[in-house]
């Protein structure tokens, strides 16, 4: 047992199953904003991108490509979470680890939980007509079913902000295996998880940055 060196932040911007598209606008968190997450966040924080070999990579980060009992073990020893519609946020749920997720097709109603803060997109809809069982072909290799620029899904200024807010509010604050508030002035005491487990991230992203300018973006709570 180690005190961390300082707090990690476990992303998942990509997911889902492996379907040839290694990006879904339907699911994933645009690679524009999932970068100035990290960016934002990677000076306090140890910044942990859970991926496939085959999703973009985020620059200046760490990987984490492993099981799912790597990845809930991952969970617990996070400090904070910011997920999509995938396994990660299912896990984290399932461990009462409250996150923020990212929902874009999908809807928080249906598959999310009380305990995430959800941030959902507004677009406008293209054709559907190669849909079949779901309004929106989750791959999202379908680009036809958005008439929306992936980058504009969402209004990246009032997600930045609410996630300052959010670490604000919740800076300090601690929960120890009993469900109790707990003050330290370095950080959670975790099982140390050692660096060679991860893959360390290239210093800068190759991936163009891009100011959203959708004027909305909901965050919200799952209605009961």
Not at 118 to 125: H, K, P, S, V
Not at 200 to 205: D, K, N
């Amino acid at each position: 047992m180690i005190a961390k060196s300082r707090p990690i932040l476990l992303m998942q911007p990509f997911g889902g199953a492996q379907t040839g598209h290694s990006y879904s606008w339907v699911r994933d968190i645009p690679p524009s904003l999932a970068q100035r997450i990290a960016d934002t966040f990677k000076e306090k924080y140890r910044v942990i991108q859970v991926k496939r070999e085959d999703q973009p990579s985020l620059g200046g980060v760490d990987y984490l490509t492993s099981n799912f009992r790597v990845l809930s073990l991952a969970t617990i020893f996070s400090d904070k979470r910011i997920f999509i519609d995938s396994f990660m946020q299912h896990a984290a749920a399932a461990l009462n680890l409250p996150s923020t997720v990212f929902w874009i097709g999908n809807s928080p109603v249906v598959f999310g939980y009380d305990v995430h803060q959800n941030i959902t997109a507004e677009f406008e809809t293209g054709s559907t007509r190669n849909s079949l069982f779901d309004p929106y072909e989750i791959s999202g290799g379908d680009f036809v079913q958005l008439l929306t620029s992936p980058h504009d899904l969402f209004n990246s200024e009032a997600v930045i902000d609410f996630l300052l807010k959010q670490e604000k509010e919740e800076e300090s604050k601690l929960k120890n295996s009993f469900g109790e508030v707990i003050e330290t002035p370095s950080g959670p005491i975790v099982p140390f998880i050692p660096e060679n487990n991860f893959e360390e991230g290239p210093v800068s992203s190759s991936m163009e940055k891009k100011e959203n300018v959708v004027p909305v973006a909901k965050i919200e709570k799952k209605k009961k």
